[in-house]
Nanobody
Framework: QVQLVESGGGLMQAGGSLRLSCAAS????????MGWYRQAPGKQRELVAF???????NYADSVKGRFTISRDNAKNTVYLQMNSLKPEDTAVYYC??????????????WGQGTQVTVSS
């Protein structure tokens, strides 16, 4: 079994910063791609950023230069540092990890979601 626990969301004024964390636990053998998605009310879930096992990163155009994704492999944790927040960043943020366990092949696992609200 694998569990993902997200933390770090909240309410912030425009221009402020927040840091999201997503920690995985369980019978983990290897974590490949780690990513963050978000879903605003009435909109489809969209990819925000991802980081590969080798450390390569990719960002949505809307967050480039403002958000930074990173990972700590020793802690099985992925982070999303969000700076210069805008009201349009308001959404529920979900982490998504591609994990191979001790007993099965690679699967996608989702966090429970954390609300980020940015006021103008």
């Amino acid at each position: 079994q694998v569990q993902l626990v997200e933390s770090g969301g909240g309410l912030m004024q425009a221009g402020g910063s927040l840091r999201l964390s997503c920690a995985a636990s369980g019978t983990i053998f290897r974590i490949n791609v780690m990513g963050w998605y978000r879903q605003a009310p009435g909109k489809q879930r969209e990819l925000v950023a991802f980081i590969t096992s080798g450390g390569s990163t990719n960002y949505a155009d809307s967050v480039k230069g403002r958000f930074t994704i990173s990972r700590d492999n020793a802690k099985n944790t992925v982070y999303l540092q969000m700076n210069s927040l805008k009201p349009e960043d308001t959404a529920v943020y979900y982490c998504n990890l591609a994990i191979a366990t001790m007993f099965s092949g690679q699967k996608d696992y989702w966090g429970q979601g954390t609300q980020v609200t940015v006021s103008s």
